[in-house]
């Protein structure tokens, strides 16, 4: 479960709050699990809706430009390999947070843009361009990458 909080955070610290904030709902709502579905699927949702509610107790603005040109460089051994995940998840970390947290919660957990749009109260529209903008953002870094290790 820490990997997933720490998809959703700034840094491994505010991964760990997460965590344990999560862990703590989770002790505590035990009750509430029916056992339809898996208990990793449980806990899994809470991991995620913990993180959120945190980045709006933290007002994280989920409407971003595409004006951030920092580039991080992935350390690459050998300029034959391909990325392999843990370079991806680095780069995906990246992400300015609105548009990582939009990715994450459709490409990596599963939910709709409306799901995420009542997640995040924001709009199914601004849900599909934060996602969009975070592919053409993820898009722009590999090309980047692939270039430097031709």
């Given amino acids: ?37 898996s208990l990793e699927g449980w806990i899994r949702r809470i991991m995620v809706n913990t993180a959120i509610e945190i980045q709006r107790k933290n007002k994280i603005v989920y409407v971003e430009s595409l004006d951030n040109d920092i580039i991080h460089e992935i350390p690459n051994n050998n300029a034959t390999d391909q990325i392999h995940y843990k370079d991806l998840m680095s780069i995906v970390h990246q992400l300015p947070i609105g548009y990582r947290t939009v990715f994450n919660l459709y490409a990596v957990e599963g939910y709709t843009h409306k799901e995420i749009a009542e997640m995040l109260n924001i709009s199914e529209g601004n849900s599909k361009s934060q996602l969009s903008r975070a592919r053409q953002w993820l898009k722009t870094r590999l090309l980047k990458i692939e270039a430097f290790t031709l």
Avoid: P, W
Wanted: proline share 0%; glycine share 8%; net charge negative.
């Fill in 1 to 37: 479960m820490f990997v997933v909080c720490l998809r959703y955070s700034k840094d491994s610290l505010e991964a760990e709050d997460i965590l344990q904030i999560g862990f703590v709902k989770v002790f505590t709502k035990g009750h509430l699990f029916s056992e339809n579905g």
